[in-house]
């Protein structure tokens, strides 16, 4: 009679610490994550109301002045850095991925993906060309394009497989 009292008395026990721990675990998800009212006063004004050198105009992804200065930009770097006698001879199919993903507040920026054509001494082959516009980016606070082309990311620098240039 005595340990069926106690196995109650346990059982009563487990139940109320499983309360307070349910309790616990809403409240702390209650903290961790923000209402649609708190979020609210996050909300920024357009990054073009912030500062006076954004004004929200970027280039289309198929601009000639974009694409020719990526293939500048690549065979530059190939030739003068890497020495590998690739160049990068045409850029086609291209295609805006994103504008401005992560909202108005942010920095603009147009995501681009196209196809390109690598020659080389040994051949010629293809592969994807990932690249971002930026507003700001530029020589003199224009625009300014940076890129990854798939199959070349070299040290890793863009992630695998140029991940840290597409949205």
């Known amino acids: ?20 721990a349910v309790s ?6 209650a903290l961790a994550f923000p209402t649609a009212a708190s979020a609210d006063r996050w909300n920024q004004p357009r990054a073009e109301e912030r500062a006076a050198r954004w004004g929200g105009e970027l280039p289309a992804c198929d ?5 020719s200065r990526i293939a500048s930009r ?14 990068l001879t045409e850029i086609s ?8 993903p992560w909202g108005d507040s942010y920095i603009p920026r147009r995501f681009c993906q196209a196809q390109a054509v690598l020659t080389s001494e040994a051949g010629t082959r293809h592969s994807r060309v990932d690249y971002i516009i930026v507003e700001g980016r530029g020589i003199i606070g224009y625009w300014g394009v ?12 863009a992630g695998p497989d140029c991940r ?3 949205p």
């Open 1 to 20: 009679m005595c340990s069926s009292g106690v196995s109650a008395i346990r059982r009563q026990v487990l139940s109320a610490g499983s309360c307070i």
């Open 24 to 29: 616990a675990l809403f409240l702390v998800a």
């Open 63 to 67: 601009d000639r002045l974009v694409l």
């Open 74 to 87: 690549f065979d530059s770097r190939e030739s003068r850095f890497w020495q590998s006698g690739i160049r």
């Open 93 to 100: 199919e291209p295609r805006e991925t994103a504008m401005r």
């Open 146 to 157: 940076e890129w990854c082309v798939a199959d070349l990311v070299r040290h890793q620098h």
């Open 164 to 166: 840290a240039f597409r």
